[in-house]
């Protein structure tokens, strides 16, 4: 089990631009107990892509985690809700 089980669901909505897009953050555990940042991203409402990337550590995945996080907040997407976190 992962030490970090953070999620993070983001949103960017531009009504004058039509633009409503989400991107989703998630440091989850593989099947093989590697730890692993899985993102996803696309139009609200639509199918978008997904990506998952395994690291050899669950510090080095949680740095990275937030180093996304971080590029999201400055292009504008804005959290929403706490994705089931612990509070």
Same mark, same amino acid.
């Given at each position: ?8 669901? *983001? ?6 631009? @039509? ?9 989850? #555990? #593989? /099947? ?19 990506? *998952? ?12 985690? /937030? ?14 809700? @706490? *994705?089931? @976190?612990? #509070?």
């Amino acid at each position: 089990m992962a030490l970090y089980p953070f999620k993070l669901y *983001c949103q960017r909505i531009d009504a004058t631009r @039509n633009m409503a897009r989400y991107y989703m953050l998630a440091i989850e #555990t #593989t /099947l093989f107990g590697e730890t692993a940042v899985v993102r996803s991203w696309g139009r609200i409402g639509k199918r978008g892509g997904i990506k *998952c990337e395994v690291f050899p550590t669950e510090g080095d995945a949680a740095r990275h985690f /937030l180093e996304l996080a971080r590029r999201k907040r400055q292009k504008g997407y804005i959290p929403v809700g @706490n *994705c089931g @976190n612990a #509070t």
